[in-house]
Structures are given as structure tokens and as C-alpha cells.
T-cell receptor, first 113, second 110 residues
Framework: GENVEQHPSTLSVQEGDSAVIKCTYS??????FPWYKQELGKGPQLIID?????GEKKDQRIAVTLNKTAKHFSLHITETQPEDSAVYFC????????????FGKGTRLHILP | EPEVTQTPSHQVTQMGQEVILRCVPI?????FYWYRQILGQKVEFLVS????????KSEIFDDQFSVERPDGSNFTLKIRSTKLEDSAMYFC????????FGSGTQLSVL
């Protein structure tokens, strides 16, 4: 089955700097890669996603890149702000509506003042 | 914005007791899921449900677990005889085009 590895487990960046979180996946049939942000005491919130027919997608300060050949995908947050502090999970799935999503172990992002 | 709602937010129970966790998925979604997250760990898939039957279940989802959609709006997870290791945050999720999660039920088994 699918296995998603995520690095780093903890990341601290100065406010205003960029943060990058990297993930790899094992199942070459995976073709949908969502990213979730989880704040304390809340459920994971979808923040951005990318499908395998696209190499990059951007939404304001957040961007995702996908290298399907290498089975790598990354989340980039620019101009970080205090409210970006949270745990971020990458995930992978084959993209069928009834398919389970496999999550990485998460990255705890701290934005330092 | 439509959201997945879960009740209760916290549930404390004694080992061996039955618990039912409740969820109201987003109204036009057809696919429903339960995931769980043990403190500090990743979110793990438990079960998916479509067309009034289980589509897929993980190894965690043993005979002590069951799911039901008793009416047109609710989706429930039942744990028949809780164990200490069932203590976790349980998330309900539903999908149309994309997967959305509820805020979770924190289950504590004493």
C-alpha cells in the first residue's frame, strides 16, 4: 500500500521568511496530493492540493510542487505570518472518490517573532 | 461554508463500555470516512463508507468497530467494548470532489 514520508517533523522560521515541507510517496498510482493544516484542537483543514497532471500550483502565499518521476511533492509558504503556526500534513491518494487518503506524519511549523 | 459537524467534542468512558461517536457530513457528499489520531501522531484511516456499505477498512477497524448511517444525515462510529488504546481523537470526514474533516471527538478511555 501507499506510504507517505514527510520531513522535517519540526520547522521553525522567522516571521516573513519562507517555509518548505517535503514529502515522498511510494505508490506510483497515486495521483492526488492534498495538504492539510491542523491547528490545536481542530480537525485537518484542506489548504491546497495538486493533481498529477500538474507540476505546480499556487494560491496566494502557498504553493505546491510535484515531481511525479521522483515521487516527491513539497509545500512552500512564503512571507510567513504568526497564524501560519500549526501542524501541516501532506497526503496522497489514487484520487477515486472512495479512496482512502494516506497521511504523512506531520510537520509542526513554528513562526518565530 | 458547509462543514462536517461532530458530537460530542469530548467523550470520557470506562474501559469495556460502548461509545457512539456522531457525525453530520456535508449534505451533498456521498462518501464518508472515519479517521483517528493518537496524540502527537499522524492521522490514520479507519473506514470508508459509500452507498450504505463499507467500501474499505483498515486493520485497526476490527470487530469492535461498526459504522452506520441511520438516517439521511447522520453517520456514526460505534466502539462496542472500548480499550485503553482506543483513546484518540476521532475525525469524521466526507467528500464530494474533495475531502473535508470535522473538528473531531476526543475519546478518553479510563
Amino acid at each position: 500500500g501507499e506510504n507517505v514520508e514527510q520531513h522535517p517533523s519540526t520547522l521553525s522560521v522567522q516571521e516573513g521568511d519562507s517555509a518548505v515541507i517535503k514529502c515522498t510517496y511510494s505508490d506510483s498510482a497515486s495521483n492526488y496530493f492534498p495538504w492539510y493544516k491542523q491547528e490545536l484542537g481542530k480537525g485537518p483543514q484542506l489548504i491546497i492540493d495538486i493533481r498529477s497532471n500538474v507540476g505546480e500550483k499556487k494560491d496566494q502565499r502557498i504553493a505546491v510542487t510535484l515531481n511525479k518521476t521522483a515521487k516527491h511533492f513539497s509545500l512552500h509558504i512564503t512571507e510567513t505570518q504568526p497564524e501560519d503556526s500549526a501542524v501541516y500534513f501532506c497526503a496522497a491518494t489514487r484520487g477515486r472518490r472512495d479512496d482512502k487518503i494516506i497521511f504523512g506524519k506531520g510537520t509542526r511549523l513554528h513562526i518565530l517573532p | 461554508e458547509p462543514e462536517v459537524t461532530q458530537t460530542p467534542s469530548h467523550q470520557v468512558t470506562q474501559m469495556g463500555q460502548e461509545v457512539i461517536l456522531r457525525c453530520v457530513p456535508i449534505s451533498n457528499h456521498l462518501y464518508f470516512y472515519w479517521y483517528r489520531q493518537i496524540l502527537g501522531q499522524k492521522v490514520e484511516f479507519l473506514v470508508s463508507f459509500y452507498n450504505n456499505e463499507i467500501s474499505e477498512k483498515s486493520e485497526i477497524f476490527d470487530d469492535q468497530f461498526s459504522v452506520e448511517r441511520p438516517d439521511g444525515s447522520n453517520f456514526t462510529l460505534k466502539i462496542r467494548s472500548t480499550k485503553l488504546e482506543d483513546s484518540a481523537m476521532y475525525f469524521c470526514a466526507s467528500s464530494g470532489e474533495k475531502l473535508f474533516f470535522g473538528s473531531g471527538t476526543q475519546l478518553s478511555v479510563l
